[in-house]
């Protein structure tokens, strides 16, 4: 058992399997304690079961941590009130948020329905909006330091083919987070996001046939060509938790508003969105004068990722 | 006239004012029939009415130009079909779509209501989803569509008060990029403009108001204080959006562009620029080492805690 994280009390959503589990047993193991939130449900967002938290939950304790279970869906916003008052109830304050809790339901645009976009955005961005803002809003009465990190997704940063709705959720969760961060900032809470690839019984959806098509088109996500190249194939879910942790700690006291990518023993820091070329026309372009200059300026390399096929 | 666009359809949500209204007059000025979908409303989405849209559509005709006018909601999944179905309906098909439709409700994340979140996500994100969603198909069957999507600098490089707009900002960059990807081997590109402009969203009385106090702290001059927002017009980014509709612009794709006045920029999105590796995980003490030399050196935090 680590010290790091003695005293400080986590709310891990989605804690009961996968990335959110391997977070949870290590902040435990740090010695925080820690609610584990969990549904319960499949991939998709149905169903609904109280063992998968419990099932953490027991683990922490007989290792000797201290835990709780909560069921709440994040993506109610009372209920995510009642997620960080759990924590206040059970352990008195609440010190670390991680937003981890999240759903898949991948189709091409033109075949998406107002459903499957719905409910996606529902558990990861609204479900992070939701867990945020009650814990902010804790952490900042409590005036002690504070931790936010959310799970954003390569799929959104990159953008994966098949997954508009969980892309744009993850995009979203990355804009949250810069936003938050310079929101609390100045009250000592710090909010990052971190972009894992794992393999968890989520990505094990993606069909086969669908990672194919990615590659055949060379729209392969960066995740995908780093991956081939690693000595470990497996990407195991509990490789997330070290730098999850690492970014609760009191030594990451000062690292705010980041978005880093973490794949096995792979850890990347996202350069934030800039520009990189610029125009300037003294007033207004006309859209002849930037059609004549573009190719040799703005236009100069890019590369279109999914070029127009000819039937 | 021009004829850059001639023969084109498009739709431009949010196009009653600002931004909106100087996209679909532009795209008109190039030879495009314009749908111009505005619902009307206030700039916190409260009280619709038909009257920016018809306005625009009569300038645009005034001008020589062919446009229809739409009230329709774009926030929801009927208001988004009605509106691509008015162009099909009136011109026959949808060649361009592009979604500036806004509303702003800034709070502090610690004091932000759900239906402040809830309103500016549906407008912004669920309003730009249900037009895409519907357009999609048809520029997929037809080869051949532009969509062009309006993002911010708020979601990509972090503005306080903003986390409702902020993230459905963010996430219509995420929905732009995987769109591009789904959509690009039909002959559709999928791009997106984060615009700076002063219009009745950003000129608000209390931006003013704070603009003022610098100013008469010295903070910035007087000088500069005038050559900033206002002199950023909401159709100086009407040319870019243009650009990208045409056949032009027909390999650029999953691009995104920051339009301010005469300047516009690629933006060049999150990459990984700093990495640590190791065969196998990693541990805390490890961590603890090597983080502040490589991932966190340098790193400047853009709130740092102040004394209470």
Redesign the interface.
């Known amino acids: 058992m680590?010290t790091?994280l003695q005293g400080k009390v986590a709310v891990i959503t989605g804690g009961g399997r996968g990335i959110g589990r391997g977070i949870a047993l290590l902040m435990a193991q740090?010695g925080a304690a820690v609610v584990v939130n969990d549904l319960g449900g499949e991939v998709s967002g149905g169903g609904g079961s109280a063992s998968a938290a419990d099932t953490v939950v027991g683990e922490i304790k007989s290792a000797g941590g201290q835990a709780v279970a909560n069921y709440d869906s994040v993506a109610d916003?009372a209920a995510a009130e009642h997620i960080v008052a759990t924590a206040v109830k059970a352990f008195g304050h609440l010190d670390i948020l991680v937003n981890n809790a999240g759903i898949l339901r991948d189709r091409?645009?033109?075949n998406?329905s107002?459903e499957d976009?719905?409910a996606v955005?529902a558990v990861h961005?609204?479900g992070s909006?939701?867990c945020?803002?009650h814990a902010?809003?804790q952490m900042?009465e409590q005036?002690s330091?504070g931790r936010i990190i959310s799970m954003s997704s390569t799929?959104?940063?990159?953008?994966?083919?098949?997954?508009?709705n969980y892309?744009?959720?993850?995009?979203?969760?990355?804009?949250?987070?810069?936003?938050?961060?310079?929101?609390?900032?100045?009250?000592?809470i710090?909010v990052n996001a971190i972009a894992p690839a794992a393999a968890t019984r989520m990505t094990a959806t993606v069909s086969q046939k669908a990672r194919e098509i990615r590659q055949q088109?060379g729209?392969a996500s960066?995740g995908s060509e780093a991956r081939a190249a690693l000595?470990?194939p497996q990407l195991?879910p509990?490789?997330v938790a070290?730098?999850a942790?690492?970014l609760a700690?009191d030594?990451?006291?000062?690292?705010?508003?980041?978005?880093?990518?973490v794949m096995?023993?792979?850890?990347?820091?996202?350069?934030?969105?800039?520009?990189?070329?610029?125009?300037?026309?003294?007033?207004?372009?006309?859209?002849?004068?930037?059609?004549a200059l573009?190719p040799s300026t703005?236009?100069m390399d890019?590369v279109?990722?999914?070029?127009?096929?000819t039937? | 006239m021009g004829d850059m666009l001639k023969e084109r359809v498009a739709v431009v949500t949010g196009a009653g004012r600002g931004i909106g209204r100087g996209v679909a007059l532009g795209l008109a000025a190039q030879g495009a029939k314009v749908v111009v979908n505005d619902f009307g409303v206030n700039t916190d989405g409260s009280a619709p009415s038909t009257g920016p849209a018809f306005d625009v559509v009569n300038e645009i005709k005034a001008a020589g130009g062919d446009g229809i006018a739409n009230s329709d909601s774009v926030a929801t999944w009927d208001g988004g079909a009605n509106i691509i179905n008015t162009a099909v309906k009136h011109f026959g098909r949808i060649d361009i779509l592009v979604t500036c439709a806004g509303i702003l409700r800034d709070r502090m994340i610690f004091n932000m209501s759900e239906e402040e979140f809830d309103s500016v996500l549906a407008v912004h994100l669920k309003g730009t989803f249900t037009c895409v969603r519907h357009a999609a198909p048809l520029m997929r069957e037809q080869r051949f569509g532009r969509i062009i999507t309006f993002s911010s600098g708020s979601g990509l490089f972090g503005n306080p008060g903003q986390a409702n707009y902020g993230s459905a900002k963010a996430a219509i960059s995420g929905l732009t990029k995987v769109i591009a990807r789904d959509l690009g081997k039909y002959g559709v590109t999928a791009n997106s403009i984060c615009p700076v402009a002063a219009t009745r969203m950003t000129l608000t009385p209390e931006v003013m108001r704070a603009r003022e106090i610098r100013k008469q702290q010295g903070i910035i001059r007087e000088e500069r204080a005038l050559n900033q927002l206002e002199q950023l017009h909401p159709e100086d980014v009407a040319p870019m959006v243009t650009f990208l509709a045409s056949d032009f612009a027909r390999n650029v794709n999953g691009q995104f562009f920051l339009c301010a006045g005469g300047s516009v920029s690629l933006i060049a999105l999150p990459r990984p620029f700093k990495t640590i590796y190791k065969r196998g995980r990693w541990t805390l003490d490890e961590l603890d080492e090597l983080v502040p030399q490589t991932l966190a050196e340098g790193l400047v935090n853009p709130a740092p805690p102040r004394a209470s």
């Open positions: 680590g790091r740090e916003f091409m645009i033109f998406l107002e976009w719905d955005i961005l609204k909006f939701n945020t803002r902010t809003r900042r005036k330091a799929s959104g940063l990159y953008g994966n083919s098949g997954q508009a892309g744009a959720a993850k995009d979203g969760i990355a804009g949250l987070t810069r936003v938050v961060s310079r929101d609390v900032g100045k009250y000592g710090t088109r729209v960066m000595p470990r195991e509990d490789d070290p730098f942790t690492y700690s030594a990451a006291a000062n690292i705010n508003g980041q978005t880093f990518v096995g023993g792979i850890i990347s820091l996202l350069n934030y969105p800039a520009p990189v070329r610029t125009i300037t026309a003294p007033g207004r372009w006309t859209p002849e004068e930037i059609a573009f703005l236009g890019l279109n990722p999914a070029p127009a096929q039937e």
